[in-house]
């Protein structure tokens, strides 16, 4: 005999997994903890395997948990997708929306807008690597990504914000800061500093630096482009970043460099059928305004 899983079931394993916390899941559909603990339960004894591995700082989804959690997910949007639909909502009063990028701008601008406009939306944003971004994405794991050349693909829903190029970035006080433009074999004397593995940035410029032929003496990858830019204002090197990724400041200068003269979009991402939930669909509104203001 089949054994089917209730609704109530899914739908405690799906926001579990959304949020990685048990306590934030009962949060989100306003249900006591253990009621979410119970169902989980239920639905784990029906399949007969575990769909969490509980640690101190939260789950992390088994195999199995991963495996279901690409259907549940969908699931989940369609009947939040239903909801609004027959509600016919009117003004957006809450909700909880998940958001990624690789760069602290423009996302950090458009986010600010988001939030003034939409007080009551609960946002939690973390910076990825362009690698882990992708994969996020593909794994459903967040609702909307701010990233530079995503990936195409038929799942996801893209829309450009803008075109940008990348820039030598280095204290203003540095010999090279007034120059015009730059090439890349006049920081070879210098360190050069970069975004961590898995980064677009790193991608590109090593591969510029192998068709070039070039030999930096020395490289420093760091975490995030937020610390790209306190490396660069400790005086550590040099970085390659592209232009306005970061929030201006007047002890940094930006210089073009020769051979980077390609336009790189940086865009929104969603899962494509995730782009018409009230919450992805105000926080695309949000974002054409800033475009058409150009304020990021």
Known sequence: MNLRPSPYQITAFTYVARERSFSRAAQQLNVTQSSVTQHVAKLERTMGTLLFVRRRDGVELTRAGNELFQITERLTTLEQLVTEKVNDYGALTDGHIRIIANAPRPAMPIIARYGELFPKVNIDFTLYDWASSMSLLADRKVDIAIVTEPQESKALFTRELRRTVYMAHMRHDHPLAQAEKLSLSQLQSDTLILPEDGSLTQKIARRKIEKYD???????????????????????????????????????????????????????????????????????????????????
């Open 214 to 296: 070039l030999d930096f003496y020395r490289i420093i990858r760091t975490t995030t482009f937020p610390m790209v830019k306190e490396a660069i204002l400790h005086g550590l090197g040099i970085g390659l970043l592209l232009e306005n990724s970061l929030h201006p400041s007047e002890k940094l200068s930006a210089v073009p460099i020769i051979e980077m003269p390609e336009e790189y979009r940086d865009c929104i991402a969603v899962p494509s059928d995730k782009q018409d939930l009230k919450l992805i669909r105000s926080f695309l509104d949000v974002a054409v305004e800033a475009k058409a203001e150009q304020s990021f």
